[in-house]
């Protein structure tokens, strides 16, 4: 049971992490108006389909944890590291007064549920 739980994580958090970056890819413009009505430099219009471009095999990487966690140890602890980094770049960013908190609670829930289907499978391995 635990095991499909977190197949079903990964495949939640590979759909997310795709959508998301396939957003940034194709519209950019979509988040920066969403945020700000100021005009943006075209610099941050391709930063940000970069780092679209950069999610997208993001969102594979869950793909491969989800056929096969047990063998793919190393996919896992970059996911963990990943989302690690990103919850305490989001709480920095709201503390620097960057942005607001309600913009982090995008992310910020998905990467704790990556992180629970992480530990789910930890936990898993352990008791084998």
Same mark, same amino acid.
């Given at each position: $049971?635990?095991? +499909?739980?977190?197949? /079903?994580? &990964? *495949?939640?958090?590979? *759909?997310? &992490?795709? /959508?998301?970056?396939?957003?940034? @890819? &194709? =519209?950019?413009?979509?988040?920066? %108006?969403? @945020?700000?009505?100021?005009? #943006?430099?075209?610099?941050? #219009?391709? /930063?940000?389909?970069?780092?679209?471009? =950069?999610?997208?095999?993001?969102?594979?990487?869950?793909?491969? !944890?989800?056929?096969?966690? &047990?063998?793919?140890?190393?996919?896992? #602890?970059?996911?963990?590291?990943?989302?690690?980094?990103? @919850? !305490?770049?989001?709480?920095?960013?709201?503390?620097?007064?960057?942005?607001?908190?309600?913009?982090?609670?995008?992310?910020?829930?998905?990467?704790?549920?990556?992180?629970?289907? +992480?530990?789910?499978?930890?936990? /898993?391995? %352990? %008791? $084998?």
């Amino acid at each position: $049971m635990l095991y +499909i739980l977190s197949r /079903i994580v &990964f *495949i939640f958090c590979a *759909i997310y &992490f795709l /959508i998301m970056g396939l957003g940034l @890819i &194709f =519209s950019p413009q979509v988040l920066i %108006k969403g @945020i700000s009505d100021a005009e #943006t430099s075209p610099a941050i #219009t391709g /930063i940000l389909r970069g780092a679209g471009g =950069s999610i997208i095999p993001y969102s594979l990487l869950y793909v491969l !944890v989800c056929m096969d966690p &047990f063998k793919r140890q190393w996919a896992l #602890t970059v996911l963990l590291l990943a989302n690690f980094t990103a @919850i !305490v770049l989001d709480l920095v960013s709201v503390m620097l007064g960057e942005y607001k908190f309600s913009y982090a609670l995008f992310d910020i829930p998905v990467e704790v549920l990556s992180i629970t289907g +992480i530990g789910i499978i930890y936990l /898993i391995r %352990k %008791k $084998m």
